[in-house]
């Protein structure tokens, strides 16, 4: 017998309740932006900052749903010669990704109805980059899901993958429990929201839901409040689960960034608001993957997993390479402004309070780090800001080797890449704008 391609309530459900809820009319005032698909960040993670997304560059966004990822990449990529692959198995959700591209006039995307599983069975040409944000732990089988995604993806290519992370989502796994018990034998979509918006306006503070104060703007609407209470199929995983599946069965590599926060929530010495008990020297000499364990039990918030997957392991730019272009990203945040900040502290080690992403930690900002940074812009490598300051004439009598500034310069540097506020990419690489 074939292997059916999808789980039929999963389709129907995407069918009625697309998600999540897009209006195609707001691309005319706004972009949406996707934490994985910033093209500085793919970069900077799965190509050594050496892609220039200027030779036939390939994504899939394999499903695709109503088109965040889609539409993000291709506005992205609309002056080259990239192609983006739109699949998904719900019409309805399709429907409104092409809406909002035909809103934009994006030409630049391809359009598939079809399962994650008949990938194998496409003959489409290999890809650079694949995401799949918020869909194999809706799948019966995620990890034939994952095996078709690696089945058309370059040897080089990466993927950017979003699944649900299972203590974070303590409560709402009870409210699943809690829905399925009310909405026992009621079968049409409209009562089953009824009960669950009935059940969320009259939770009993004890609720573990309730006492997690989690923000959902989804809950807004019924495609939100089908999505977080009522799915068919529905699976979270830790991030040890995540490195028995990904790594340790199919060899690849994993490299997390939380939205909005980047690899600081897997990083227990940054979740402790500056506070640094004995115990994490010990942590700090554990393999990666067990300090990532730790964060995710420390923290409790981590509502998500989002990370990229590689074949090979060395695919983040590296720090200490001259020929890289460090550029501020993300936010606001420039060079002057905290430089300021370190003079404030006399260049003395201080606790830096970074608001979006609410992490206090101590940070030595070295010698040099108050010269360094507002010479940062983007388009000069750290070969040419070192030239430059060591033509300050402070600088001339003992003009500091370029070993020794990456030294000086690596725990200011390691905190802002932490929280991917500086990204890297190679000086061989024009910026994509
Ligand atoms: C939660 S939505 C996420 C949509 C989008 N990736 C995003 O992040 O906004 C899940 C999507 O995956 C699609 N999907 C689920 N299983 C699929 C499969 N086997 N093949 C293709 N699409 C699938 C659904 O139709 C739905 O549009």
């Given amino acids: 017998m074939k292997t059916p391609h999808y789980l039929p309530q999963v389709r129907a459900q995407y069918e009625e309740l697309p998600y999540p809820a897009r209006n195609p009319q707001d691309e005319k005032t706004r972009l949406a932006r996707t934490w994985l698909e910033d093209l500085p960040m793919i970069n900077h993670y799965c190509f050594a900052g050496r892609q220039s997304f200027r030779k036939r560059f390939r994504a899939l966004v394999a499903g695709g749903g109503t088109g965040d990822a889609t539409i993000f990449l291709a506005e992205q990529l609309r002056h080259t010669d ?21 809103v934009r006039g994006l030409t630049n995307i391809t359009w598939i109805q079809d399962s994650i599983l008949a990938l194998p069975e496409l003959a489409l040409q290999p890809f650079d980059y694949v995401n799949c944000s918020g869909v194999l732990h809706h799948m019966e089988d995620p990890d034939a899901g994952l095996r078709a995604l690696l089945s058309v993806l370059k ?58 104060g989690q923000h959902f703007e989804d809950l807004e609407n019924d495609a939100g409040i089908y999505d977080l209470f009522l799915h068919a199929q529905d699976r979270p995983y830790t991030v040890g689960e995540l490195y028995e599946w990904i790594h340790d069965r199919h060899g690849l590599h994993l490299h997390f960034t939380d939205v909005g926060r980047g690899r600081a929530a897997y990083m227990p010495e940054l979740l402790l608001n500056a506070q640094q008990p004995a115990y994490l020297s010990a942590v700090s000499a554990l393999p990666l993957r067990r300090q990532q364990e730790i964060a995710e039990l420390l923290s409790g918030d981590l509502l998500t997993h989002s990370f990229y997957v590689t074949r090979s392991q060395s695919t983040e730019a590296a720090y200490a390479d001259a020929d890289c272009v460090p550029c501020f990203y993300h936010e606001p945040l ?99 704008s």
């Avoid at 990239?82 to 035909?102: G, P, T």
């Avoid at 360094?372 to 030239?387: M, Y």
């Avoid at 310069?409 to 910026?431: C, E, M, W």
């Fill in 82 to 102: 990239a192609e983006i692959v739109h699949l998904d198995m719900s019409r309805a959700s399709s429907d409104i990704a092409l809406k909002r591209a035909q």
């Fill in 334 to 432: 420039d060079g002057a402004a905290l430089a300021t900040l370190i003079r404030e502290h006399k260049n003395m080690p201080f606790v830096v309070n970074h608001s979006h992403t609410r992490i206090a930690v101590q940070v030595d900002p070295g010698k040099y780090s108050a010269y360094v940074l507002p010479l940062i812009d983007g388009k000069r490598s750290f070969r040419e800001i070192f030239a430059l300051l060591r033509a300050q004439p402070q600088f001339k009598v003992a003009p500091p080797a370029d070993e020794y500034l990456f030294r000086d310069l690596q725990p200011f540097f390691q905190f802002l890449r932490s929280i991917d506020r500086v990204l890297l990419r190679h000086g061989s690489v024009d910026a994509i």
């Fill in 155 to 212: 040897d080089s290519g990466a993927l950017g993958i979003m699944v649900y992370g299972r203590y974070g989502r303590t409560g709402i796994y009870q409210m699943q429990a809690l829905m399925r018990l009310i909405n026992d034998g009621i079968a049409d979509s409209p009562s089953r929201i009824r009960n669950a918006r009935e059940v969320l306006g009259s939770l009993p503070p004890t609720n573990w839901f309730r006492r997690a």
